[in-house]
T-cell receptor, first 112, second 111 residues
Framework: ETGVTQTPRHLVMGMTNKKSLKCEQH?????MYWYKQSAKKPLELMFV???????ENNSVPSRFSPECPNSSHLFLHLHTLQPEDSALYLC???????????FGPGTRLTVL | QKEVEQNSGPLSVPEGAIASLNCTYS??????FFWYRQYSGKSPELIMS????GDKEDGRFTAQLNKASQYVSLLIRDSQPSDSATYLC???????????FGTGTQLKVEL
């Protein structure tokens, strides 16, 4: 595997389900990000982890719970989501040498 | 005022023409600027980074930065149908850990 990978690529879940999104970066980076992309809106930064510590949480509802067990892996745990949470969820990573962020392919989430 | 502003388009150009995409920003302390290309249903792909005033060229792409006027642009020479995508402008703030994105400009290159 190379770059940033995300699983699953597509997810359909009911409002009472619990699911998790997984992200893995193979770039040796030390910062990882979760973004939400909805139609006609700019990318919304959700969480930032730097050296496995959460450094930013942009007022994200508690039904989204991030986890960063090490510098290569990032999870987003989902529970009791709402239909308006349906979106493309993107993971990105960044190294210490520059501010460039590299994105994974995303998970297309649909909440019924 | 939005932090990063882009015209949503669509911007239509004929094949072989130069496409010019523009972005303005409000935060004067922004230091790093990026252009991402996003095809429909795909994730953003970094195509250009620019850090200092002036032009930076990479193949058919040229990024232009003017910090005094707070704008950054992307020129695509010899536009191809495969360039049809949404182009996102982004800039780094807060010490570099965070990127702020515009809503993107949709480019259509027509045969």
């Amino acid at each position: 595997e190379t770059g940033v990978t995300q699983t699953p690529r597509h997810l359909v879940m009911g409002m009472t389900n619990k699911k998790s999104l997984k992200c893995e970066q193979h770039l040796g980076h030390n910062a990882m990000y979760w973004y939400k992309q909805s139609a006609k809106k700019p990318l919304e930064l959700m969480f930032v982890y730097s050296l496995e510590e959460r450094v930013e949480n942009n007022s994200v509802p508690s039904r989204f719970s991030p986890e960063c067990p090490n510098s290569s892996h990032l999870f987003l745990h989902l529970h009791t989501l709402q239909p308006e949470d349906s979106a493309l969820y993107l993971c990105a990573s960044k190294g210490s040498a520059s501010n460039e962020q590299f994105f994974g392919p995303g998970t297309r989430l649909t909440v019924l | 005022q939005k932090e990063v502003e882009q015209n949503s388009g669509p911007l239509s150009v004929p094949e072989g023409a130069i496409a010019s995409l523009n972005c303005t920003y409000s935060d004067r302390v922004s230091q790093s600027f990026f252009w991402y290309r996003q095809y429909s249903g795909k994730s953003p792909e970094l195509i250009m980074s620019i850090y200092s005033n002036g032009d930076k060229e990479d193949g058919r792409f040229t990024a232009q930065l003017n910090k005094a006027s707070q704008y950054v642009s992307l020129l695509i020479r010899d536009s191809q149908p495969s360039d049809s995508a949404t182009y996102l402008c982004a800039l780094s703030t807060g010490g570099g850990n965070k990127l702020t994105f515009g809503t993107g400009t949709q480019l259509k290159v027509e045969l």
